[in-house]
């Protein structure tokens, strides 16, 4: 069995797989730290293992049951922690939430920004006007 992880160099791959289209395949390296698949434990993707005659393959999922939407914002809120370890990771673009992504990072910066004592960030609002264009 193949380990996209290994094979593309990085820590962890996120992406959907052909043959289980109703979660998401997160796979780290074959000599994944301990640390690490216990951060994506902990990050709501649930750890699954095969045994195999060499040794077991360790890979998770986002958990059944959850709607397309749901499975793509907890990938790519996954993302973030894992970036602030300093992991090595690649998102499938087909699986990223943009909107997921900008909550997670706002999330991050208002928590950076109280620990540090400064005031809280405003929420994220519409997008302002368009500058005009020049031709």
């Known amino acids: 069995m193949g380990n996209l992880a290994d094979e593309s160099g990085t820590d962890v791959e996120i992406y959907r797989r052909a043959f289980t289209p109703n979660v998401i395949h997160v796979v780290s390296r074959s000599d994944a730290s301990e640390e690490l698949l216990v951060l994506l434990d902990s990050l709501g993707l649930e750890r699954k293992t095969e045994e195999t005659d060499g040794p077991a393959y360790v890979w998770h999922e986002t958990p059944e049951g959850l709607s397309e939407a749901a499975q793509k914002a907890l990938a790519t809120r996954a993302a973030l922690p ?52 020049s031709r």
């Open 82 to 133: 894992l970036m602030i370890a300093n992991y090595d990771i690649n998102i499938d673009p087909d699986v990223y939430d943009v909107t997921a992504w900008a909550q997670a990072m706002y999330e991050h910066r208002s928590a950076q920004a109280q620990a540090a004592g400064a005031p809280g960030l405003p929420p994220p609002g519409p997008a302002g006007p368009k500058p005009p264009r």
